[in-house]
């Protein structure tokens, strides 16, 4: 007769969990101080707002939530995560662009390369609510 089992996951998805884990372990910290601040004894809402170039996996960070939250302060709050898409701007021709990844990137405009990052590298918490205020 077969118990229930668990499988572990490859060796990688462990080690890149792992940081999703510490920021959420940091966010559900700052989370409490701001309600202790506020006098909120629970938050029922948390958005937090992620660029597209921080390095965050979102699948992982939403995991990293699920498994920390229910002993903390945002036990049962619902978990928004919104998105921010990188944007560069190109100090030759002035323009700003939308970009996908890296760090250098190519003006659509003129064809100067820039290192100006104007928006994506955001991580941190937009909005909390709290019920009891």
């Known amino acids: ?16 969990l792992m940081h999703e884990l510490g920021i959420m372990e940091s966010a559900l910290d700052a989370i409490r ?3 202790v601040k506020h006098g ?14 921080a390095g965050v996996d979102q699948d992982a960070l939403r995991f990293a939530y699920e498994a920390l939250a229910p002993t903390s302060i945002a036990a ?20 700003e662009f939308g970009v996908e990844r890296g760090f250098i990137f190519q003006c659509p405009q003129c064809g100067e390369y820039s290192g100006d990052i104007r928006a994506g590298r955001e991580l941190g ?7 009891d205020l």
């Open 76 to 95: 049962g709050a619902v978990l928004d995560i919104e998105t921010v898409a990188a944007r560069a701007r190109c100090a030759a021709c002035q323009t």
């Open 1 to 16: 007769m077969a118990g229930p089992h668990w499988t572990c996951p490859p060796v990688w998805s462990i080690f890149g």
């Open 125 to 131: 918490i937009a909005r909390l609510e709290f019920p």
């Open 33 to 35: 101080h701001q309600a």
């Open 40 to 53: 909120a004894s629970r938050v029922s809402r948390i958005v937090l707002r992620i660029g597209t170039l």
